[in-house]
């Protein structure tokens, strides 16, 4: 908390030399509560101002992925204290290379969220869970999300725990997304979502060679 303000290329030492964190060179952070037992920035990865990330066990971003501004990313330390149902949950964020999380968006990393590579969170708003109350056994639990490759998930979406959008594939607004899908290349939508359409595997976001899209 006390190197929030402190200039980066100093804030990067002591992170680096005091608290173990890997740091590529080119990589940046700006005005953000940074608090995870483990970091993992790769190269030319980007974290913006005035987010919150806390209570991770691990934050990996991988080359060239990016969180933008004012996103709260937190899960429940894994030493916490509070009793879940899945003893075996591991708090983790891990963003793949040239993926993005915009801005504003919340995510609950009580247990592992995987963004797959070239995939966005775009938007604002989004919810991303990890756990909730499973009303039949009144016990806190927790199930990790999965996000495929280049995915694209538009503004305020909700991804429900233990969910997953498979590859090449679109969330659309105001979806809820409460299933496991495995169907590549295909529009989900709709509250829950559900495969609405096919799309073309020739469409030029499903072919980048780049992340950002401009």
């Known amino acids: 908390m006390l190197t929030v303000f402190v200039p980066w290329v100093v804030r990067r030492w002591i992170l680096r030399t005091f608290f173990g964190a890997k740091i590529h060179p080119s990589a940046r952070v700006g005005l953000t509560v940074l608090i995870c037992d483990r970091i993992d920035l790769g190269e030319g990865t980007k974290i913006g101002h005035l987010n919150v990330i806390k209570g991770l066990t691990q934050l990996r971003l991988d080359r060239f992925s990016s969180i933008g501004h004012r996103n709260w990313i937190s899960g429940y330390p894994k030493d916490g204290g509070r009793r879940f ?9 891990i963003v793949g290379e040239h993926a993005a999380i ?5 995510l609950d990393c009580s247990d592992i969220i ?43 979406v909700v991804v429900l725990p233990g969910c997953k959008l498979p590859a090449y594939s679109i969330l659309a607004a105001g979806a809820v997304l409460a299933n496991v899908y ?16 096919r799309l073309s595997d020739t469409l030029e976001y499903f072919n980048r060679t780049i992340g950002r899209v401009d």
Do not use: C
């Open 85 to 93: 149902s899945n003893t075996d949950r591991v708090p983790t964020l």
């Open 102 to 106: 915009t801005q504003s968006h919340r």
């Open 114 to 156: 995987t963004i797959g590579s070239f995939s966005i969170l775009a938007g604002y708003g989004s919810q991303i869970l990890t756990h909730a109350i499973n009303v039949e056994s009144s016990q806190q639990e927790v199930k990790a999300v999965e996000i495929g490759a280049y995915s694209f998930i538009g503004t305020r």
């Open 182 to 197: 495995e169907q590549e290349h295909y529009l989900f939508g709709g509250v829950p979502a559900k495969p609405l359409r």
